[in-house]
């Protein structure tokens, strides 16, 4: 049996979920449920014996955060295809597509980096039918989650005829979302299901469906595929890719291929799109209540407070309907029958520059993280963690000078033409205009405290001389 490629679309900014997901840190990155994220907990649920090595296509901004999160799941063999510049999913799926090329009789299983799947052994079956569906058929098979309430939030896919357990049917039309009284319809009428936005089928029944409904896109795709290039254990995608037009996988292809069927689906699926999902995900109690955190609730029903802060503390006194997240630079409180329309504040948030509509506390780096913890005029203080084997660039500023305080661990320093090393309860102190450097040669993280100060403390007043990951 030809083995199955499991493609994992790890775009988007999932800003429904704000301010937990945002553009600098999205939601598949960040651990919504349990102790992994929802990209981790992708990757684990297609690992075994039938699998091949996942290919991951993430946007280039992502490719160190999806590198980091497989090597702390210990999958060390996934490849990470860096997207030079977002171009939806239709341009992706061809890539890797183009990729397996010379595996003409493979699977691929493209799937979203951030829905969260509960009964794996009826997910393995589906898994099952839709590879003889492929097999036998050639289909181009889509995954259809029964739907069990009028759900506004999804598009639907309709059937000719009812769903059965185990197996594919044909696919007679998509539908976006709809509104309330038409999800009721769909429902009563029994032959719609959701789209899971999950698919699978063979290399060459794929290729060839390119080839009909989206011939513009081959020579580019095959272009970038051709001038691909490794970079520190990722492969970047030829600039070709950003020629390509931005559109969807499912209206470019799906809904236009003639061979198209769907595999019902029944196990506790959610793609986690806005915080009504999570707050389901999450288990209410009977008073429908749910909470994440350090959380107080007094006297609150059919709620879900959320603080992911370990020195934030949320109390709820007397709420009903309401979803309330509170991190260290944001806070939301909304009613949960506007949650909707949390993307529209992100908008409007961006349009009057207010950074955290997009920055994240924890800016990610490729050598670690960094956070600001306060901040005033002419001075600010900063928590560092770098990575083992970790370095960051050899750099100076034209504004600022720093002190670092090492509170765990042991770094290497260069401070002009010296170099030392600096353990725990020790401090090093840069002067303005010194080059410098930071790296962590041993085999456990670094953490230190940073103490700016100066007359102008933005991240653009960096000088990078040389650096180990390309930045300029």
């Known amino acids: 049996m030809e083995p199955i490629y499991p493609i994992i679309l790890c775009g988007g900014a999932g800003t429904r979920l704000w301010p937990a997901s945002r553009k600098a840190y999205p939601k598949q990155f960040a651990k919504l449920i349990g102790d992994h994220s929802l990209f981790q907990m992708t990757l684990r649920r297609f690992t075994g014996p039938e699998f091949a090595a996942p290919l991951v296509m993430t946007e280039n901004e992502f490719r160190f955060m999806a590198t980091e999160q497989c090597a702390q799941i210990g999958l060390a063999d996934a490849q990470i295809i860096a997207e030079p510049s977002r171009r939806d999913t239709a341009p992706a799926i061809l890539a890797a597509a183009l990729l397996l090329q010379d595996q003409p009789e493979a699977f691929m299983l493209v799937a979203p980096s951030d829905h969260l799947i509960g009964d794996l052994e009826a997910f393995y079956a589906a898994l099952h039918t839709a590879r003889a569906a492929s097999q036998d058929h050639g289909a181009l098979v889509t995954f259809g989650i029964t739907p069990d309430r009028p759900e506004t939030g999804y598009g639907y896919l309709g059937l000719s005829e009812a769903p059965k357990t185990a197996t594919a049917l044909r696919l007679s039309s998509f539908h976006e979302k709809p509104n309330l009284a038409r999800a009721e319809e769909m429902l009563a009428a029994g032959t719609y299901l959701w789209n899971a936005g999950i698919f699978m089928f063979r290399v060459r029944d794929i290729l060839a469906a390119?080839?009909?409904?989206?011939?513009?896109?081959?020579?580019?795709?095959?272009?970038?595929?051709?001038?691909?290039?490794?970079?520190?254990?990722?492969?970047?995608?030829?600039?070709?890719?950003?020629?390509?037009?931005?559109?969807?996988?499912?209206?470019?292809?799906?809904?236009?291929?003639?061979?198209?069927?769907?595999?019902?689906?029944?196990?506790?699926?959610?793609?986690?799109?806005?915080?009504?999902?999570?707050?389901?995900?999450?288990?209410?109690?009977?008073?429908?209540?749910?909470?994440?955190?350090?959380?107080?609730?007094?006297?609150?029903?059919?709620?879900?407070?959320?603080?992911?802060?370990?020195?934030?503390?949320?109390?709820?006194?007397?709420?009903?309907?309401?979803?309330?997240?509170?991190?260290?630079?944001?806070?939301?409180?909304?009613?949960?029958?506007?949650?909707?329309?949390?993307?529209?504040?992100?908008?409007?948030?961006?349009?009057?520059?207010?950074?955290?509509?997009?920055?994240?506390?924890?800016?990610?780096?490729?050598?670690?993280?960094?956070?600001?913890?306060?901040?005033?005029?002419?001075?600010?203080?900063?928590?560092?963690?770098?990575?083992?084997n970790g370095t960051l660039s050899l750099q100076s500023h034209h504004h600022r000078s720093e002190h670092w305080v090492v509170v765990e661990g042991t770094a290497e320093v260069v401070i002009g033409d010296e170099t030392r090393l600096v353990t725990e309860n020790e401090s090093v102190y840069i002067p303005l205009g010194t080059k410098h450097r930071l790296a962590n040669p041993g085999k456990l993280p670094v953490y230190l405290v940073e103490v700016q100060t100066g007359s102008y403390l933005n991240e653009d007043d960096i000088l990078r001389h040389e650096d180990i990951y390309g930045r300029e």
């Open 210 to 388: 390119y080839e009909q409904h989206a011939p513009d896109l081959l020579p580019l795709c095959q272009e970038a595929v051709d001038t691909r290039h490794g970079d520190l254990g990722f492969t970047r995608l030829g600039a070709a890719y950003d020629k390509c037009r931005a559109i969807s996988f499912d209206y470019e292809i799906m809904e236009k291929a003639d061979q198209v069927m769907a595999v019902p689906l029944s196990c506790a699926w959610s793609d986690l799109g806005a915080w009504d999902a999570l707050w389901q995900a999450a288990g209410p109690d009977d008073a429908g209540m749910a909470t994440h955190g350090n959380v107080t609730a007094i006297d609150c029903t059919d709620s879900y407070l959320r603080t992911d802060e370990g020195n934030t503390h949320l109390v709820g006194l007397g709420l009903s309907n309401i979803v309330a997240v509170a991190m260290r630079d944001a806070v939301l409180v909304a009613d949960k029958a506007h949650l909707q329309d949390v993307k529209q504040v992100v908008t409007l948030l961006r349009e009057q520059d207010v950074p955290q509509a997009d920055d994240y506390p924890r800016f990610h780096r490729p050598w670690g993280w960094y956070e600001t913890l306060t901040k005033g005029p002419r001075f600010q203080v900063k928590q560092i963690m770098v990575h083992p």
